[in-house]
């Protein structure tokens, strides 16, 4: 099994909307990707590898900086805003820590904390751009989502008005793996223990090594290779609750390098999340799951993550 291609040109120019037919396509291919494997590849989207690039090479220049530097824009448990070092978070709370630091956007509001132009020139203005670029593209998927599952095109969208603000906890991330030293790692740890991601869609990008594993429903593990020019999206929790299971949720892991292997790894994270006070029930009315508050099954997971709970 692989994960399927698809070209989103349709949806991306801003120009022109698509056809009818176009829809029909892009829906069915979309439909089919998220219910047999919850991960897609689209290429031709609003998101250029050039600004991808340019995004990952700022954030390696920060995640090269002294820990000393780093250390005042460490994330704060109140916001989920900032740098997260190697080992506090585990995306698998029973594995040791992952061994990847992050940098947290959590909203777009003027009042994070952010490093200043003398410390990194263009690193806030670049996050930020990026941020609202994945917004962006964010709502044509949703959109195009909803058509998929013959519901109104809004659906989806409207409980995704609110990002970038602190009423809805959509966040980009951008991670470094550092080179694995072999002689210090722990029984079970991973670069990224398996999860699945707790929001409706996340949008990924990863540098060239690729790395990351999506579990597929046979129980296998499959690589989820970068391919330049694309964007990978994947369903996460929430959306499989709202569309009652017909979406899937899929775990995924980075494994460690093999030994003497000594890359580092990048990727870019955009974690879609509905608004804070959305309340997430299957569409169809099914009881599947019990309603939940968006903000509620958000701060439970990132609890267990950062192991607070
Ligand atoms: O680094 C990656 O490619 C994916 C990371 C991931 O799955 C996550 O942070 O949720
Ligand atoms: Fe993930």
């Not at 609003?46 to 000393?68: G, H, N, R």
């Not at 990026?130 to 998927?141: G, M, N, P, Y």
């Not at 775990?251 to 997430?280: C, K, M, W, Y």
Request: glycine letters at 6%; proline letters at 6%.
């Amino acid at each position: 099994m692989k994960i399927p291609v698809v070209d989103f040109e349709a949806c991306a120019s801003g120009e022109k909307n698509p056809t009818d037919e176009e829809l029909v396509r892009l829906s069915a291919e979309l439909r089919a990707a998220f219910t047999r494997v919850g991960f897609v590849y689209l290429r031709n989207t609003c998101v250029t590898q050039e600004e991808v690039d340019a995004v990952m090479d700022i954030s390696k220049k920060f995640f090269l900086l002294p820990e000393e530097v780093k250390m005042p824009f460490s994330r704060k448990e109140s916001n989920n805003h900032g740098w997260v070092s190697s080992e506090s978070e585990r995306l698998n709370p029973h594995r040791p820590g992952d061994l990847k630091e992050a940098f947290n956007i959590a909203s777009l509001e003027p009042d994070e904390n952010w490093p200043s132009e003398e410390i990194l020139p263009g690193f806030r203005e670049a996050q930020q751009s990026f941020f609202v670029q994945c917004k962006d593209l964010s709502l044509q998927v949703l959109r195009v989502m909803a058509l998929s599952l013959g519901l109104d095109a809004d659906v989806f969208t409207n409980e995704h008005k609110l990002i970038g603000s602190k009423e809805n906890g959509s966040t980009l991330r951008a991670l470094y793996y550092p080179p694995v030293n072999y002689d210090t790692v722990k029984e079970g740890q991973l670069r990224c223990g398996e999860h699945s991601d707790y929001g409706s869609i996340t949008l990924v990008f990863q540098s060239r090594e690729g790395g990351l594993q999506v579990k597929t429903r046979s129980g296998d593990f499959i690589s989820a290779p970068s391919i330049p020019g694309t964007v990978l999206i994947n369903i996460a929790d929430l959306m499989q609750r709202w569309t009652g299971d017909i979406f899937v949720s899929a775990a995924h892991r980075v494994l460690l390098p093999l030994p003497g292997n000594v890359t580092t790894r990048q990727s870019l994270a955009f974690f879609v999340q509905p608004d804070n006070e959305a309340v997430i029930k299957c569409y169809d009315g099914s009881d599947k799951y019990p309603p939940i508050k968006a903000v509620d099954y958000l701060w439970e997971h990132l609890g267990d993550s950062y192991g607070l709970m």
